[in-house]
């Protein structure tokens, strides 16, 4: 299955920097992606979407780029602060026959940590 | 709103027992849920898919006679790992999805880490 075995990579940042989290998603018939952020012992927590059908979303301090061409997901986010460090993931929603709505693979993941 | 819980937080439990996990939808009615396992430093791994009243769908290589689920209602959902070993150690995760009207949001809820000795 996917991502047995891995590790997470990591991505260190200064207070205020911006940050840019990378994903390459597999299914090129994934017509939904989520992007989630994960803290130690907690569940997923839903940070933004986009639709296969744009390129770019924007919401508070979090941006979202999707090039379907070479099947890769971003996530930017400005002035980061100490509070953004946990492990961030990208999900993409896969159509089921038998169940409309699909289900979400996700992808490996990423451990930001922000210095102060 | 869309709050999904998760009982219990923890549990700590012997080699050959068996564990049930409850998830929960509280202010939604959810007609699929989704049961994840995480490893530590490790993705979510979808186990299942589980809709209001029928059979729960397996991903390949989850044994369906070790995790089983019953969506014996439109807000519960239970995971019940039998016959625990220390290798079913790991942090379980459940989502769920409103009706048809939610599209494709899942809410996930906030996991159950397990513990066989």
């Known amino acids: 299955g996917e991502n047995v075995g891995l590790h997470l990579p990591t991505l260190s940042v200064q207070e205020g920097d911006n940050s840019i989290i990378n994903c390459a998603y597999s299914n090129s018939a994934s017509d939904y992606f989520i992007w989630y952020k994960q803290e130690s012992g907690k569940g997923p927590q839903f940070i933004i979407d986009i639709r296969s059908n744009m390129d770019k979303r924007q919401g508070q301090r979090v941006t979202v780029l999707l090039n379907k061409t070479v099947k890769h997901l971003s996530l930017q986010i400005a002035a980061t602060q100490p509070g953004d460090s946990a492990v961030y993931f990208c999900?993409?929603?896969?159509?089921?026959?038998?169940?409309?709505?699909?289900?979400?693979?996700f992808g490996q993941g990423t451990e930001l940590s922000v210095k102060p | 709103g869309a709050v999904v819980s998760q009982h219990p937080s923890w549990v700590i439990c012997k080699s050959g027992t068996s564990v049930k996990i409850e998830c929960r939808s509280l202010?939604?009615?959810?007609?699929?849920m989704f049961w994840y396992r995480q490893f530590p430093k490790q993705s979510l791994m979808l186990m299942a898919t589980s809709n209001e009243g029928s059979k729960a769908t397996y991903e390949q290589g989850v044994e369906k006679d070790k995790f089983l689920i019953n969506h014996a209602s439109l807000t519960l959902s239970t995971l019940t790992v039998t016959s625990a070993h220390p290798e079913d150690s790991s942090f379980y995760i459940c989502s769920a999805r409103p009706g048809a009207s939610g599209g494709n949001t899942q809410y996930f809820g906030p996991g159950t880490r397990l513990t066989v000795l």
């Open positions: 202010d939604f009615q959810a007609t699929t």
């Open positions: 999900a993409e929603n896969i159509y089921m026959i038998y169940n409309q709505g699909g289900k979400l693979i």
